[in-house]
């Protein structure tokens, strides 16, 4: 079973430049979600989508964009990147509450480092 | 913003020792989820407890969730070096609508064999 599959695993990019982060899922899941990881901290949302064509703001959404056009992809678009969005991206997904044990899946993770 | 509070941040035990982490909010969560994450993955889900005072139990893992719920201890007994890892702490919020969870920073559990 693939759960959710997110590409690249590693990616170097300029201080300008823009790039997306693609995540995808099988498991039919409505609400998917983007994370960053810095070292020793815990998990800040960017952005979650509680379902195709519905996005919406989470702790630290400035410098990124979204889009939701189907249930199984939830692209994380970077613009310009900066040195400050240097981290570990992780794309989950879960049934909405109510459903299920709310338990988020998550993917392996994108390493994104900005020179 | 709902805040986590995770201590220690790191612990560096022998293997055979027990150990407790705890999760610490000022805030009401309608439950709370543990997850433990490896090097190189992400996290996956340990237990969710729900109940004010709830206990549940993963074999050597024990997790509680405080009466008020606002707090979640995790206590391993006997650690073994496959306990190694990011252990985080997840409150979902006490409103009947979203799904966004509030995560702590972690613990870094070394087990030495």
């Known amino acids: 079973n693939a759960g959710v599959t997110q590409t690249p695993k590693f990616r170097i990019l300029k201080i300008g430049q823009s790039m997306t982060l693609q995540c995808t899922q099988d498991m039919n899941h409505n609400y998917m979600y983007w994370y960053r990881q810095d070292p020793g901290m815990g998990l800040k949302l960017i952005y979650y989508s509680v379902g195709a064509g519905i996005t919406d703001k989470g702790e630290v959404p400035n410098g990124y964009n979204v889009s939701r056009s189907t249930t199984e992809d939830f692209p994380l678009r970077l613009e310009l990147a900066a040195p400050s969005q240097t981290s570990v991206y992780f794309c989950a997904s879960s049934y909405p509450r109510g459903e299920g044990t709310g338990e988020l899946f998550f993917g392996e993770g994108s390493r994104l480092t900005v020179l | 913003t709902q805040l986590l509070e995770q201590s220690p941040q790191f612990l560096s035990i022998q293997e055979g020792e027990n150990l407790t982490v705890y999760c610490n909010s000022s805030s009401v969560f309608s439950s709370l989820q543990w997850y433990r994450q490896e090097p190189g993955e992400g996290p996956v889900l340990l237990v969710t407890v729900v109940t004010g005072g709830e206990v549940k139990k993963l074999k050597r893992l024990t997790f509680q969730f405080g009466d008020a719920r606002k707090d979640s201890s995790l206590h391993i007994t006997a650690a073994q070096p496959g306990d190694t890892g990011l252990y985080l702490c997840?409150?979902?919020?006490?409103?009947?609508?979203?799904?966004?969870?509030?995560f702590g920073e972690g613990t870094q559990l070394t087990v030495n064999p």
């Open positions: 997840a409150g979902a919020p006490h409103e009947t609508s979203g799904s966004r969870l509030t």
